[in-house]
Every structure is written in structure tokens, then in C-alpha cells.
């Protein structure tokens, strides 16, 4: 967390990395929860419990190396995600952090963000152990910056 | 004279209710305590004093604090007049409970837009902030036209089981 309260990019770099945990628990669940046309939820909790759920499923997994990232006074999250037929991830996020919760809204490009072992999510699967400057960035990209 | 008290609670009406019960002035109103914990804090940064400003339940959060860096998170959560740079536009409600909700839209320390929502309450006869939400927008097209508390913007978080 570089100011008081975190920015756009660092909220929506954060929503990016949680995607990629859970497509690392379970690559073909999270594909199928974010291709399908609908709504989905991602919640993590004060314990950095999170989880992944839609229509086709559910995912539980870890977030606490993520949320550690942005400020240890992040006490939970929740984004709601809409997807649509133009494979558009459409989002409001809220992220409770202090005395204060941050709200973003924007949306992801699923096919940039995960399509195959070259897309993103497996990438940073990989790599997420020493992660790069680059592949923050292009995380970003496909975040719409 | 028995028409004084209408004709003072009619023009305050216009600025943030009557607020009969708790004799608050419209001086004393949420834009007001918004101003003036701004320039707290610009004059006094970090030693600011925000028991002044912020809810007892928000202080006990503080002083439960397990280290000085969490409690150094909360103050800076709680910083709200801070995080916009320009402030363009405010609007008040006030609640059956007593509360009020102030909504403000400006532009933010980074430059984009977004709005900051607060709900004050009564507390040792002044109002203090008791809930924070802020909203980043990607537009002034965005801004709120109409005061929202924090309860109505903020999604609702899971807690653990």
C-alpha cells in the first residue's frame, strides 16, 4: 500500500492476483466460472478465506499472501462480477481496509486474462513465486490500463 | 413570537434538515465537521486529534490496535478529507435515527475522479464520523447528485465462519 488509501490500479491489480489463486486451486473451474454468461462472486473474509462462486461451481482458496500485498489492515473483500456474452467480465468490488472500505467498478478482458497456457493466469501460475515487473504489467493491461 | 422556531428550522431545512432534537446548527452540520477535520489534520498530520472527529466505536478500534503500523493503517483509512484534492460538490441527509450522511464529490489525491461517503453521528453534542466508504469513478458523469450513506454504496463482506 504506497498512500493512505490504496488506488484504482492497486485495487484492480489486487482483483487480477486473486483470479490467478484461484485459477491456480483449480485452473478448470475458475475458466469455466469466468467464461460462463452470469453472475459470479469472489468474497474473501477477515482470515483470507476466499472463494470463488457462480453458477457452475465453487472454489475455496487461500488469499492471504494477496491481501498481505496491499496493507495488513485489509479485513475482507467482495466483488461481484458480471459476465457477458462478449466474454466482458464487468465488476464493483469493495474492499474493507481500516476504519474505511475503497470501492472500484471497471472490467477484464477474459480472453486476455485466460484462454490457454499462454494466457495470463497460467502464466503467472507458474511464476507467481518471483513474479515479474512485466507480467504486472500486462496483468494491468488486461485490467483495462 | 411564536413563529421563531419555524423560521429558523424552515432555512435550515434547505442545508441539512431540521435537526430539532440534537440543536445542531447548520454550522455545526456535517459539511462543517468535514472542513474542519480537513484542516486539522493539514495543520497537525499525524498527531491530528481524531477523537475529535470519529466515533468512540471507531476509537476503540484503534486502541485495540494489536501493533503501532495497524494503528497507523486505521488513522490513515480514516483520513477522509484528505483523499480528495478538490472537493466540487456536497450533499447531506439526515436520517430518522439522528445521523447524518454526507456525500462529496471531487477529484482524488491521484488525479481521477471519485466521491467520499461518511455518516456522522451525535455524539458529546458534536457530530462524528462513524462509517467511511470511498468510490473511485472513471468519470464525473459518475458523481452522486443526491446524499447516499456509506451503507448504501459499500458491497456487503463475508464474515468469517
Known amino acids: ?36 454468461v452470469g453472475q459470479v462472486k469472489l468474497a474473501v473474509d477477515a482470515n483470507g478465506n476466499a472463494t470463488l462462486s457462480g453458477k457452475a461451481g465453487h472454489i475455496a482458496f487461500s488469499a492471504s499472501e494477496v491481501t498481505r500485498q496491499i496493507g495488513a489492515s485489509v479485513k475482507a473483500i467482495t466483488v461481484l462480477m458480471s459476465v457477458d456474452e462478449e466474454r466482458l467480465i464487468r465488476y464493483n468490488a469493495s474492499f474493507k481496509i481500516g476504519w474505511a472500505s475503497v470501492g ?12 490457454s497456457c499462454s494466457g495470463l493466469l497460467c502464466q503467472t501460475a507458474r511464476l507467481l513465486q518471483g513474479r515479474s515487473v512485466e507480467l504486472d504489467r500486462q496483468l494491468q493491461e488486461a485490467m483495462g490500463y | 413570537m411564536r413563529f421563531l422556531p419555524l423560521l429558523v428550522c424552515i432555512p435550515a431545512l434547505f442545508l441539512v434538515g431540521c435537526a430539532t432534537t440534537e440543536s445542531l446548527q447548520a454550522s455545526d452540520g456535517p459539511w462543517r465537521r468535514y472542513q474542519d477535520f480537513e484542516a486539522e489534520l493539514v495543520q497537525k498530520g499525524t498527531s491530528a486529534d481524531f477523537g475529535r472527529f470519529v466515533s468512540a466505536r471507531l476509537m476503540r478500534m484503534l486502541d485495540d490496535a494489536a501493533s503501532e503500523q495497524e494503528r497507523a493503517e486505521f488513522r490513515a483509512s480514516g483520513a477522509f478529507p484528505l483523499w480528495l484534492a478538490e472537493e466540487r460538490s456536497n450533499f447531506v441527509k439526515r436520517l ?5 450522511c454526507l456525500s462529496v464529490n471531487g477529484l482524488t489525491q491521484g488525479g481521477g475522479h471519485g466521491a467520499v461517503f461518511v455518516e456522522y453521528l451525535p455524539e458529546g453534542g458534536v457530530l462524528k464520523a462513524d462509517a467511511i466508504h470511498y468510490q473511485y469513478f472513471d468519470s464525473p458523469s459518475q458523481y452522486v447528485t443526491e446524499a447516499k450513506c456509506p451503507s448504501e454504496v459499500e458491497l456487503s463482506f463475508a464474515t468469517p465462519e
Open chain 1, 1 to 36: 500500500m504506497s498512500g493512505p488509501v490504496p488506488t484504482p490500479m492497486e485495487l484492480k491489480l489486487t482483483i487480477a492476483k486473486l483470479l490467478e489463486l484461484s485459477y491456480r486451486k483449480d485452473s478448470g473451474m475458475t475458466a469455466q466460472l469466468i467464461r460462463q
Open chain 1, 104 to 115: 472500484v467498478s471497471g472490467s477484464i478482458d477474459v480472453e486476455k486474462l485466460i484462454t
Open chain 2, 96 to 100: 430518522d435515527s439522528g445521523h447524518f
